[in-house]
Nanobody
Framework: QVQLVESGGGLVQAGDSLRLSCAAS?????MGWFRQTPGKEREFVAA????????YYADSVKGRFTISRDNAKNTMYLQMNSLKPEDTAVYYC?????????????????WGQGTQVTVSS
């Protein structure tokens, strides 16, 4: 069982930056970030393999967000730059039982509790 804990969310203004962290209880294979707003399905944001050599982004965040990980600390990060009001959501980190990046939420076995990101205009 892998336990995931997100941190780093908050209230920022449009154009600001924020870095989210996801601490895992044990080393995980591929990991990813998702986000969700009320009344909508959970949306894929970014994913990364165990080594960090392969990453995958949703078109809506490509060029603004950067996913990374530090396996020595069992921690994954999401650097979010040029934030927009439409980035407002609860952000979740997730982990797979195998090492391939991909977007379907159903492929992820473990989930954190989420951290709120609010971007004001």
């Amino acid at each position: 069982q892998v336990q995931l804990v997100e941190s780093g969310g908050g209230l920022v203004q449009a154009g600001d930056s924020l870095r989210l962290s996801c601490a895992a209880s044990v080393s995980s294979y591929a990991m990813g970030w998702f986000r969700q707003t009320p009344g909508k399905e959970r949306e894929f944001v970014a994913a990364i393999t165990w080594s960090g050599t392969s990453t995958y982004y949703a078109d809506s965040v490509k060029g603004r967000f950067t996913i990374s990980r530090d396996n020595a600390k069992n921690t994954m990060y999401l650097q979010m730059n040029s934030l927009k009001p439409e980035d407002t959501a609860v952000y979740y980190c997730a982990a797979k039982r195998y090492n391939s990046v991909g977007s379907p939420a159903a492929d992820y076995a473990y989930w954190g509790q989420g951290t709120q990101v609010t971007v004001s205009s």
